[in-house]
């Protein structure tokens, strides 16, 4: 390893471009809450996305997924750690799949959006835990995010019908 990386491996693990990807650019490399700011990064796909047709959102989305299992698979198998906690293109996918929800383009119901996703997946309620331990590789990774993910939609669903003015 050359000198100047010594200091900060973070660059040189940056330089990979699938832990690039499955590290959010960089966001991962957070030394507090890196799930956090890696579902902020997800937050300008997010909001882009907010004017596309449902159809092409929803494609957008499942392709990101599926992309995100590899990603995520390969990156925690080079790193020899599963979900290891920098690798945050799950959370990238999950607050994708949480704004599938949002049909008005409303910056408030983003950020609910990104409020309930990050609940749901720091407290991981039931099935989220078990799917977490149980399923390894890629799959497991993504999976636990998109998980939260259907779980924050509810809640923001639930938020849309009893405030409709969000």
Known sequence: MKKEYQSDPGLALLRNPVHFLA???GAGLAPRAPGTFGTLVGLV????????????RIAAVVAIALLGVWICGTSARLLGRHDHPGIVFDE??????????????SLV?????????????????????????????GTGIMLDDLMAAVYAAAGLRVIQIFLPTT
Do not use: Q
């Not at 609910?112 to 390894?136: E, Q």
């Open 23 to 25: 590290f959010g650019g």
């Open 45 to 56: 796909p997010a909001w882009l996305m907010l004017d596309w047709a449902l159809p092409w």
């Open 109 to 137: 119901e983003l950020a609910l959006a990104f409020v309930l996703f990050r609940i749901f997946d720091i407290a991981k309620p039931w099935p989220i835990r078990d799917v977490d331990h149980r399923l390894h590789g």
């Open 92 to 105: 990238i996918a999950g607050i994708l799949a949480t704004a599938l929800i949002i049909a008005s383009g």
